[in-house]
């Protein structure tokens, strides 16, 4: 069993930037990607992009082009999903999700909120 | 990219079947078996019932299946249960090396 752990709530203001972390305590990545998926309030799941862990790899999807960065430090089994110049749209859970091997979105973080509010 | 479409709601008494049905186009659904299923109740994060369009991971109940035809999948819950009421979203890998989910489906178990 896959865990996927990651960092807690933010609260952030407009305009700031905020940073993601999603782990597999006891598991690597390097076979894998991690997706990124948010979820505003009320809404429905919304694809963010992937990241190839062991060769730093990305592909985002176009709503978030220039404005999100996924990376990851391999050396502590961690991924990162980065998104600047937030507004209350953005406002969402984000959740990560293992991907890319014989069962694609098998495993699932807990998902972090982040709140963006004045 | 555009979301799949997706009924808003489907809602079946218990032991009924009910069909979800997930239309998309010729660059995402129509092209590829990389189609998925998820199960999400409020609150959680969601969970991966049907993967490549109609394979079931370990422990997922065999009432739940999977298809195609052309642009659209479809999800049948046969045997309706109360814990299967939920959000349910399809989602799709695309031509473009993406991934798009479904406008999301609201079930309802009467």
């Known amino acids: 069993q896959v865990q996927l752990v990651q960092s807690g709530a933010e609260v952030k203001k407009p305009g700031a930037s905020v940073k993601v972390s999603c782990k597999a305590p006891?598991?690597?990545?390097?076979?894998?990607?991690l997706h990124w998926v948010r979820q505003a309030p009320g809404q429905g799941l919304e694809w963010m992009g992937w990241?190839?862990?062991?060769?730093?790899?990305?592909k985002y999807a176009q709503n978030f082009q220039g404005r999100v960065t996924m990376t990851r430090d391999s050396s502590i089994n961690t991924a990162y999903m980065e998104l600047d110049r937030l507004t209350s749209d953005d406002t969402a859970v984000y959740f990560c999700?293992?991907?890319?091997?014989?069962?694609?979105?098998?495993?699932w973080g807990q998902g972090t909120l982040v709140t963006v509010s004045s | 990219q555009s979301a799949l479409t997706q009924p808003a709601s489907v809602s079946g008494s218990p032991g009924q079947s009910i069909t979800i049905s997930c239309t998309g186009t010729?660059?995402?659904?129509?092209?590829?078996?990389?189609i998925s299923w998820f199960q999400q109740h409020p609150g959680k994060a969601p969970k991966l019932m049907i993967y490549?369009?109609?394979n079931r991971p370990s422990g997922v109940s065999n009432r739940f299946s999977g298809s195609k035809s052309g642009n659209t999948a479809s999800l049948t819950i046969s045997g309706l249960q109360a814990e299967d009421e939920a959000d349910y979203y399809c989602?799709?890998?695309?031509?473009?090396?993406?991934?798009?989910f479904g406008t999301g489906t609201k079930v309802t178990v009467l």
């Open positions: 990241i190839k862990p062991n060769s730093g790899g990305t």
């Open positions: 010729n660059s995402d659904v129509g092209n590829y078996n990389f």
């Open positions: 490549d369009v109609s």
């Open positions: 989602n799709s890998y695309t031509s473009r090396n993406t991934y798009v």
């Open positions: 006891g598991h690597t990545f390097s076979d894998y990607f």
């Open positions: 999700a293992r991907g890319g091997g014989d069962i694609d979105f098998d495993y």
